[in-house]
């Protein structure tokens, strides 16, 4: 034992010339004494010394034997019997267990050993070993001998005991023992009691969000650590068991996929380790990945609200469809109903959503030729070109139709429709028109409901990149949008169909002006078409205006020559014709009907004319 001499050192100094009182003089003057005296002691060291006085024999302990559950070493990882060493604890006079160390922690001076003793391990050939105390190598009785430093000696008799077990450090393998204690926890090794050492496995699967455009799902972690079972089927019910994800985190190691987004992994690779491989009997364990049977809401085949997933991080009704795919394992490629080893784990973002929009027949002037047809629902992702699109099929292959009731307005409607396809990604729906028989020619589609004042209000749903979720267009937004080749009606649009064709107009221009025909030689008059719907100018209230046909929207003007000279005297025909092809939507055949000319210039001297127009 070391002793070592105090010093009390001066915490401070006295104000330079001022001295303390006769009282604090006899103080100073006192521990100034005492440090003297304490700095003149000496240090003295005291001395243990543990001597053996007598060893186990050889017959003093069991032999031990040592199963290797490896399927013959088949990973070829075993230690060889040269080298294989059990591990030793002892205690001294019934006190407490330690174990026997060497290195930096050694406890090998506590029992008067300067070495690791080692034991006799015989390879038995038959994925055995034997493992025995050989005599002379662990102490039975010692001595520890104390010296207090100034020639004085204590000395003490004590008694060692000792116990062997399986060694932990052997890479690759558990070791357990089993023995009359605990054998019912172990009913594969039977009667066999002893040392095992099982090959250890691992067990890995892939997790692979498939959320979309989501970008995130606050709580998915948890959820899935608390909402899947880790299953142990050793085929014996004793040792078969149940655990959560989340019990067996140490376990545990995540490794999210390189080629991923980092701000926004979705998808890595779990690892459980430190598994047996075998049964103590060598047969196999079967490990697997399902959902936990435990708890409200649980068993559903989803994760949502109800499993951790904050609230509002899904939209409202949707949540994470479970499934498993164990493709790529062997003997279990067509299970689907839990995850094996090398399987993945998808969840997937899922819901439903409607379709609804209208169908309207704009031929008030001839409703009895509206054509046959149907309506099919067709699809495509979020973000991509319409032009991607493809029918909506049911589970017998037919796409999804509704027939033309010949209604003047008709509502179509689909109802829970998927609203994600596989990947997560929402699809965009919409409905293509078709149709048949003698008069299909006769109409034209217009996008969008026709107001009374002959405007039309389109729809057209399409991605906001920043939000990532669907946003409808309307109006101007719509129109800018919808591109040329477009023929889709949307969620929530209408389908107008307009009578399409042609009308002829005629019109004659009389000259008044026989006796000055000769002075209207330069003379030119230009004509105007101009154009309401029928029936609007017959309330006074609000009489409808006549509109003019601008020159741009006519497909053509062809006009016939003048002749060179009259017909008879104070008559000539001029003839003219248009077609409505790019005309504003609420002028139709079915409603232009009301149509006259303005005249300023027309280079034709004549005294008389006619005028004829097919719009």
């Given at each position: 034992m070391l002793y070592r001499g105090k010093r009390v050192r001066e915490r401070g100094r006295l104000p330079k010339g001022k001295f303390p009182k006769k009282g604090g003089r006899r103080l100073v003057s006192g521990l100034l004494a005492l440090v003297l005296c304490l700095t003149l002691v000496p240090v003295i060291y005291a001395d243990t010394v543990v001597t053996v006085t007598s060893w186990y024999a050889a017959g003093?302990?069991?032999?031990?034997?040592?199963?290797?559950?490896?399927?013959?070493?088949?990973?070829?990882?075993?230690?060889?019997?040269?080298?294989?060493?059990p591990s030793l604890w002892f205690r001294i006079d019934n006190g407490e267990w330690i174990e026997l160390k060497g290195g930096e922690d050694s406890t090998l001076s506590g029992v008067g050993l300067s070495a690791m003793p080692k034991m006799t391990v015989a390879d038995n050939g038959n994925n055995t070993y034997t493992v025995s105390v050989p005599t002379g190598v662990l102490p039975e009785a010692i001595e520890t001998t104390t010296s207090d430093g100034y020639g004085g000696e204590t000395s003490t008799e004590s008694r060692v005991e000792w116990i062997m077990g399986p060694s932990e450090g052997v890479d690759g393998y558990s070791p357990v023992e089993v023995n009359n204690g605990n054998v019912s926890e172990y009913p594969s090794a039977g009667d066999n009691y002893g040392w095992y050492y099982v090959l250890e496995d691992e067990f890995n699967f892939r997790v692979q969000l498939r959320w979309g455009n989501l970008g995130g799902a606050e709580g998915i972690a948890e959820a899935i650590y608390n909402s899947f079972d880790f299953v142990v089927d050793t085929n014996y019910t004793a040792s078969s068991l149940r655990r959560l994800l989340a019990e067996m985190k140490d376990q545990m190691k995540i490794e999210e996929d390189p080629d991923g987004d980092p701000d926004n992994p979705t998808s890595g690779t779990v690892t459980v380790s430190g598994l047996w491989k075998y049964n103590l009997d060598g047969s196999r364990i079967n490990y697997s990945v399902e959902e936990t049977r435990e708890g409200d809401g649980k068993g559903d085949g989803r994760l949502d609200a109800a499993d951790g997933i904050a609230a509002g991080a899904l939209p409202e009704g949707d949540y994470f469809q479970i499934s498993y795919d164990n493709s790529s394992t062997p003997n279990v490629g067509?299970?689907?109903?839990?995850?094996?080893?090398?399987?993945?784990?998808?969840?997937?973002?899922?819901?439903?959503?409607?379709?609804?929009?209208?169908?309207?027949?704009?031929?008030?002037?001839?409703?009895?030729?509206?054509?046959?047809?149907?309506?099919?629902?067709?699809?495509?992702?979020?973000?991509?070109?319409?032009?991607?699109?493809?029918?909506?099929?049911?589970?017998?292959?037919?796409?999804?139709?509704?027939p033309l009731n010949g209604q003047e307005k008709q509502d179509i409607q689909f109802a829970e429709l998927p609203k994600y396809d596989s990947e997560g990604y929402e699809y965009i729906y919409v409905v293509r028109e078709y149709l048949t028989g003698e008069h299909a020619g006769d109409y034209t589609q217009v996008f969008g409901a026709v107001g009374e004042?002959?405007?039309?209000?389109?729809?057209?749903?399409?991605?906001?990149?920043?939000?990532?979720?669907l946003k409808k267009l309307t109006s101007e937004d719509a129109d800018f949008a919808r591109e040329t080749n477009n023929t889709y009606l949307y969620n929530g649009g209408t389908l107008s169909n307009k009578l399409s064709g042609t009308v002829t107009v005629n019109a004659t221009k009389i000259w008044k002006a026989a006796a000055?025909?000769?002075?209207?030689?330069?003379?030119?008059?230009?004509?105007?078409?101009?154009?309401?719907?029928?029936?609007?100018?017959?309330?006074?209230?609000?009489?409808?205006?006549?509109?003019?046909?601008?020159?741009?929207?006519?497909?053509?003007r062809t006009w016939a020559a003048c002749p060179s000279a009259p017909a008879r005297p104070?008559?000539?025909?001029?003839?003219?014709?248009?077609?409505?092809?790019?005309?504003?939507?609420?002028?139709?055949?079915?409603?232009?009907?009301?149509?006259?000319?303005?005249?300023?210039?027309?280079?034709?001297?004549?005294?008389?004319?006619?005028?004829?127009?097919?719009?």
């Open positions: 003093a302990f069991e032999e031990n034997t040592l199963y290797w559950v490896d399927n013959n070493n088949e990973d070829g990882v075993r230690p060889g019997a040269n080298t294989y060493q067509t299970e689907v109903g839990k995850l094996y080893d090398g399987g993945s784990l998808y969840l997937t973002l899922t819901g439903v959503k409607d379709y609804q929009a209208s169908k309207v027949w704009e031929d008030a002037a001839d409703p009895d030729h509206r054509p046959a047809g149907e309506l099919q629902l067709w699809r495509y992702r979020a973000g991509q070109s319409y032009t991607t699109a493809a029918p909506v099929r049911d589970d017998g292959g037919s796409i999804l139709t509704v004042d002959g405007g039309v209000t389109d729809i057209i749903w399409a991605l906001d990149e920043d939000s990532g979720t000055f025909q000769s002075a209207l030689e330069d003379v030119r008059v230009e004509l105007m078409l101009q154009a309401r719907p029928v029936g609007s100018g017959k309330t006074r209230r609000s009489p409808r205006r006549w509109e003019r046909r601008k020159r741009e929207n006519l497909r053509r104070n008559t000539i025909t001029r003839a003219g014709s248009w077609s409505t092809a790019g005309w504003s939507r609420r002028f139709t055949r079915a409603r232009i009907k009301q149509i006259f000319w303005t005249t300023t210039r027309l280079p034709c001297p004549a005294a008389a004319g006619e005028m004829q127009s097919t719009v």
